[in-house]
């Protein structure tokens, strides 16, 4: 459960007032980047009222600049950073844009083009983290009874499989289809984590530990 979800919870069920609550429970953000507020509400105007947006769209990945007309979808919260999923018409297929990536943002007449959410979640969705798609390959990995007591209790992938070994070692499997953020999320685990499959994530992460680069690797896959 989200923390929205657990402050509403504790906001329907208990006799306490807003102010209480806010004073007794604090909520901590970590590489947060803020979307510029007015952009976030054109995007989601437009996404409810089923318009397309035309957007000047800076992208991090790249360091290019582009205008884009887009078709919102789906507006997605994901480790502390809002992302418009869309159709892109000038790249003629589904992307997803980081809201505060947009430049400008303008609601036009045309009608929003609509795509199914099965699509969407295939496309989108099917692999690991904010870098998704449909999935290429599964990782396997194995992590130490130690490090299981916290792991297993994560949600790495809607569509994970797991188990305790007899030894207390966790084994997850998840798919993917880009293997950046992954791979971040895998060494910040050190040697707690062993990579079982496929041999080439093993043989990246293996070597961004070896070469003490995992830290700064980590920091751009989660602050892309």
Same mark, same amino acid.
């Given at each position: 459960? =989200?923390?929205? %979800?657990?402050?509403?919870?504790?906001?329907?069920?208990?006799?306490?007032?807003?102010?209480? &609550?806010?004073? @007794?429970? @604090? &909520?901590?953000?970590?590489?947060?980047?803020?979307?510029?507020?007015?952009?976030? /509400?054109?995007?989601?105007?437009?996404?409810?009222?089923?318009?397309?947006?035309?957007? +000047?769209?800076?992208?991090?990945? +790249?360091? /290019? +600049?582009?205008?884009?007309?887009?078709?919102?979808?789906?507006? &997605? =919260?994901?480790?502390?950073?809002?992302?418009?999923?869309?159709? =892109?018409? +000038?790249?003629?297929?589904?992307?997803?844009?980081?809201?505060?990536?947009?430049?400008? #943002?303008?609601?036009?007449?045309?009608?929003?083009?609509? &795509?199914?959410? !099965?699509?969407?979640?295939?496309?989108?969705?099917?692999?690991?983290? *904010?870098?998704?798609?449909?999935?290429?390959?599964?990782?396997?990995?194995?992590?130490?009874?130690?490090? #299981? @007591?916290?792991?297993? #209790? /994560?949600?790495?992938?809607?569509?994970? !499989? #797991?188990? *305790?070994?007899? %030894?207390?070692?966790?084994?997850?499997?998840?798919?993917?289809? %880009?293997?950046?953020?992954? *791979?971040?999320?895998?060494?910040?685990?050190?040697? /707690?984590?062993?990579?079982?499959?496929?041999?080439?994530?093993?043989?990246?992460?293996? !070597?961004?530990?070896?070469?003490?680069?995992?830290?700064?690797?980590?920091?751009? =896959?989660?602050?892309?």
């Amino acid at each position: 459960m =989200c923390s929205s %979800d657990l402050l509403r919870a504790l906001l329907e069920s208990a006799d306490h007032s807003f102010e209480e &609550i806010q004073r @007794r429970v @604090r &909520i901590l953000h970590m590489g947060r980047r803020a979307a510029p507020p007015k952009f976030f /509400e054109i995007a989601a105007n437009a996404l409810l009222n089923r318009r397309q947006m035309q957007i +000047t769209y800076y992208a991090r990945a +790249t360091n /290019e +600049t582009t205008d884009r007309s887009v078709s919102p979808q789906r507006l &997605i =919260c994901y480790r502390e950073s809002w992302y418009l999923d869309a159709w =892109c018409h +000038t790249r003629d297929g589904l992307r997803s844009f980081a809201v505060d990536g947009i430049r400008e #943002a303008h609601i036009l007449d045309t009608a929003a083009k609509e &795509i199914a959410d !099965r699509r969407l979640d295939e496309d989108l969705a099917g692999g690991y983290g *904010i870098f998704s798609g449909r999935a290429k390959a599964w990782a396997k990995l194995k992590f130490t009874p130690a490090r #299981a @007591r916290w792991v297993a #209790a /994560e949600e790495w992938h809607p569509k994970q !499989r #797991a188990h *305790i070994e007899e %030894d207390g070692a966790y084994v997850l499997e998840l798919p993917y289809s %880009d293997d950046r953020e992954l *791979i971040g999320d895998i060494l910040r685990h050190g040697a /707690e984590v062993e990579v079982l499959a496929p041999k080439e994530l093993d043989r990246k992460s293996t !070597r961004l530990n070896s070469s003490h680069g995992y830290i700064s690797y980590a920091v751009f =896959c989660l602050k892309k």
